[in-house]
Structures are given as structure tokens and as C-alpha cells.
């Protein structure tokens, strides 16, 4: 084994409007800028919480995310409960995200843990999902994670 306690440190994603899609991530998750380069050609940003980063947006890319192709299927937040996660939905309606399922909805059938699923401005997946609260809600798969078919 090459490491004995791997764990994730920050994600990196390319995106093709880097001002709208830092909005997008601080109004969303609370972000604070880390950090940025602003040469044309180069730019990006650092984002995080307490200092600590979190995320990197890299302005790189045309077009939309491809779900067809291989690499990243989705990005998950988890926050501490479910009334976050509810939280979170409110300020993605009044931005107007796609959603792939109808409000808060559990992982599978008869799981407590849930949440929202749905894309940011690049059509990238994402999920902000809280390990319980989620279970009263019917899952909209019986058949698979309602995390690996959105």
C-alpha cells in the first residue's frame, strides 16, 4: 500500500465562466475566495471554509459537462443534518438549478440518509446530502443508489 490513511483533499473542477460559477459555489456553500489568478489566460479560484480549501474552479473549459464520457459522476457536500440540506434547496430554487429528483430524497430505499441532487451552472452533478433525516421520504429508486443514475 502506498499510503495507509488516504483521504480527499480539496476537488478541482474546470468551468467556462469562472466569475459565475465562484458566485454560484460561495452562495451555495458558504465558500470564501482562498485565493485567485487573474490573468486572462490563466485564471482561477481557491475556495474553502475557515482557511481551509475545499474546492478549486479552474476556467478552462467550453461547453457542458459530459455525462457520457468517463471521470467525475457527481461531487457530494455532506452537511450535519437535514434541515441544512433544506437550507441548501431553498437558495438553489431561487437560483433556478435543475434538479434531478423532487426536494429531499433518501440514498435508497429504507435509508435515513438523503438529500438534494442536481447541477451547477456547467451541468456538472452534485449532491449536498445529510447522514439522516431523510428516511421519510419515498426513494425514487428501488433498484439502485438514487446517487448513481442522476
Do not use: K
Amino acid at each position: 500500500m502506498a499510503t495507509a490513511t488516504p483521504q480527499t483533499g480539496h476537488v478541482g473542477l474546470n468551468v467556462t465562466d469562472l466569475d459565475r460559477s465562484r458566485g454560484f459555489y460561495q452562495r451555495v456553500f458558504g465558500f470564501e475566495s482562498l485565493g485567485e489568478g487573474t490573468e486572462p489566460d490563466r485564471r482561477f479560484a481557491f475556495l474553502g471554509h475557515g482557511g481551509e480549501l475545499r474546492l478549486t474552479l479552474w476556467q478552462q473549459s467550453a461547453g457542458a459537462f459530459d455525462t457520457g464520457r468517463p471521470g467525475l459522476h457527481h461531487l457530494s457536500f455532506q452537511v450535519d443534518d437535514i434541515d441544512e440540506v433544506r437550507r441548501a434547496e431553498e437558495v438553489l430554487r431561487e437560483l433556478a438549478v435543475t434538479f434531478a429528483y423532487d426536494g429531499v430524497v433518501p440514498h435508497g430505499e429504507g435509508a435515513d440518509s438523503g438529500g438534494i441532487f442536481f447541477t451547477d451552472p456547467d451541468g456538472i452533478r452534485l449532491e449536498i446530502y445529510a447522514p439522516s433525516g431523510a428516511g421519510t421520504a419515498a426513494a425514487p429508486r428501488s433498484d439502485a443508489p438514487t446517487c448513481g443514475f442522476f
